[in-house]
C-alpha cells in the first residue's frame, strides 16, 4: 500500500510556466515533508522540506502548499527552466523516526 | 569531502548468485539506510542502520541482509539473488535527527547502484 500518493505521472511544462506536483498521505503520524529532485544517473537530492505547523514555505522559485485538514501537499515551481526537467519526488516521514514513506515519482520536462 | 559513495556502480548477476553492495560516507552521519527504486514505485526503504552495530527492517526487507560494522559504512548484501531484485540500488545517510530547525538537514543519497539479475 503506497504511504504517499504522487500525481502526475509525468509533466511537460513551457518554459517560464509554473509546474505543479501533488502529494497525499493518510498517516496523521507524519509530521515532516520533503521533495526530492533526481536527475537521471544521479541520487535524489533534497530541494525543499516542511512541517505541518505551516501551510506554505518558499525558496526561490520552489514553494511547498501544505494542506493539514485534506492531508495533502504540493510543490510549485514558478517560472519553471529546461534545467528544472527532472523526476521530483515527495516523500513523508512521522513520529516511527526513522522511515521515510516516497512518492512515486514525477517526470518534470520543461520545454524551452 | 566525498559524501555518500557506492560500489560497484553497475553489476550484473545470475539468478542464485551472492553479492555485497558498499555504501560509505565521509559526513559521521550516524543513520545510514539502503532504498531500492524501480519503475513506478518510487523509492522503498530496505533495511536502515541508526549507528554502528545496528541494524533495522524498512519496508521490503525480504531477500536482503545488511551489515554497519563501522559507523562509515553500510553493507548491503544478496544471499540468492532473484529477478525481482533488479533495481536501482541507493544508500543515504542522515545525522539524527535528521529534521533540523529549518527542515534543511535530511538525507543524503549515493549516486547509486544498477543490478540486473538475469
Known amino acids: 500500500q503506497q504511504q504517499v500518493k504522487q500525481s502526475p505521472q509525468s509533466l511537460i511544462v513551457q518554459k517560464g510556466g509554473i509546474s505543479i506536483i501533488n502529494c497525499a498521505y493518510e498517516?496523521?503520524?507524519?509530521?515532516?515533508f520533503p521533495w526530492y529532485q533526481q536527475f537521471p544517473g544521479k541520487g535524489p537530492a533534497l530541494l525543499i522540506a516542511?512541517?505541518?505547523?505551516?501551510s506554505e514555505k518558499k525558496e526561490g522559485r520552489f514553494t511547498i502548499s501544505f494542506n493539514k485538514s485534506a492531508k495533502q501537499f504540493s510543490l510549485h515551481i514558478m517560472d519553471s527552466q529546461p534545467g528544472d526537467s527532472a523526476t521530483y519526488f515527495c516523500a513523508a516521514s512521522g513520529d516511527t523516526g526513522n522511515q521515510f514513506y516516497f512518492g512515486t515519482g514525477t517526470s518534470l520536462t520543461v520545454i524551452p | 569531502n566525498a559524501g555518500v559513495t557506492q560500489t560497484p556502480k553497475f553489476r550484473v548477476l545470475k539468478t542464485g548468485q551472492s553479492m555485497t553492495l558498499l555504501c560509505a560516507q565521509d559526513?559521521?552521519?550516524?543513520?545510514m539506510y539502503w532504498y531500492r527504486q524501480d519503475p513506478g514505485m518510487g523509492l522503498r526503504l530496505i533495511h536502515y542502520s541508526v549507528g554502528e552495530g545496528t541494524t533495522a527492517k524498512g519496508e521490503v526487507p525480504d531477500g536482503y541482509n545488511v551489515s554497519r560494522l563501522k559507523k562509515q559504512n553500510f553493507l548491503l548484501g544478496l544471499e540468492s539473488a532473484a529477478p525481482s531484485q533488479t533495481s536501482v540500488y541507493f544508500c543515504?545517510?542522515?545525522?539524527?535527527?535528521?529534521?533540523?530547525?529549518?527542515?534543511?538537514?535530511?538525507?543524503?543519497f549515493g549516486p547509486g547502484t544498477r543490478l540486473l539479475v538475469l
Open positions: 543515504a545517510s542522515s545525522h539524527p535527527p535528521f529534521r533540523l530547525a529549518d527542515n534543511q538537514e535530511t538525507q543524503y
Open positions: 516542511i512541517r505541518p505547523d505551516v
Open positions: 498517516n496523521t503520524a507524519f509530521d515532516y
Open positions: 559526513m559521521n552521519h550516524e543513520y
